[in-house]
């Protein structure tokens, strides 16, 4: 079974602060992707990157930095949260793009007050 | 570009009635991926089908959808609601085998006896 943890499964920062979100996977998938939950918007692709050294930017990535140190491990950075990035992260990894399957982690819950 | 429309956020049913969620998408690739993805709550979300062949019916844990290029929809069907159908479903697409997975913006569903 394909396994992706995230870290921490929550947090409450504070606005201005730096935040930052841990995914490891043990599938020996070379996509790994960083995705943001909200009511009303579904999911919505912040960073991915398919091979470590290197990110690319997804469709919301403003506010939000990444690195991707080896396959293992992506992390989202937050360099100063604000109120607006309060949401759920998913991260997820897959073996390619087009049609294979995404393995996400549990999420993790942001609160930034 | 490409886009997925799932135009109910909110969809309750009583226990025992047919389930049908509907998924609209655009693309102006012939040969794109779609797929229903799952959430149940306090757990990772996870593939429930997906197809890329027009007009076969996939079908997978009592779930079905059909993938009809013509009208460019793939809605998710079930013929009888079970109270643990409860949960947020995603339909997206992938526009070719080398694209990143564009999802919808989620329709929650509320089994209720």
């Known amino acids: 079974e394909a396994a992706v943890t995230q870290s921490p499964r929550s947090k409450v920062a504070v606005t201005g602060g730096k935040v930052t979100l841990s995914c490891h996977q043990t599938n020996n998938h070379d996509y790994m992707y960083w995705y943001r939950q909200d009511t009303g918007h579904g999911l919505r692709l912040i960073h991915y990157s398919y091979v470590a050294d290197s990110t690319e930017k997804g469709d919301i990535p403003d506010g939000y930095k990444a690195s991707r140190p080896s396959q293992e491990n992506f992390s989202l950075i937050l360099e100063l949260a604000s109120l607006s990035q309060t949401a759920v992260y998913f991260c997820a990894s897959t073996g390619g793009m087009g049609q294979n399957t995404l393995y996400f982690g549990a999420g993790t819950r942001l609160s930034v007050l | ?60 844990q009592g779930f079905h959808a059909t993938l009809h290029k013509s009208s460019s929809s793939f809605h998710l069907q079930k013929s009888s609601a079970q109270l643990s159908d409860s949960a947020l479903y995603y339909c997206a697409l992938a526009s070719s085998s080398f694209s990143k997975l564009v999802f919808g913006q989620g329709t929650s569903l509320s089994v209720v006896p």
């Open chain 2, 1 to 60: 570009g490409d886009s997925v429309t799932q135009k109910e956020g909110l969809v309750t049913l009583t226990e025992g009635l047919p389930v049908m969620l509907n998924c609209t998408y655009q693309t102006i690739y012939s040969n794109a991926f779609l797929f229903w993805y799952v959430h149940y709550l306090n757990e990772s979300p996870r593939l429930l089908l997906k197809s890329s062949t027009d007009n076969k019916r996939t079908e997978h």
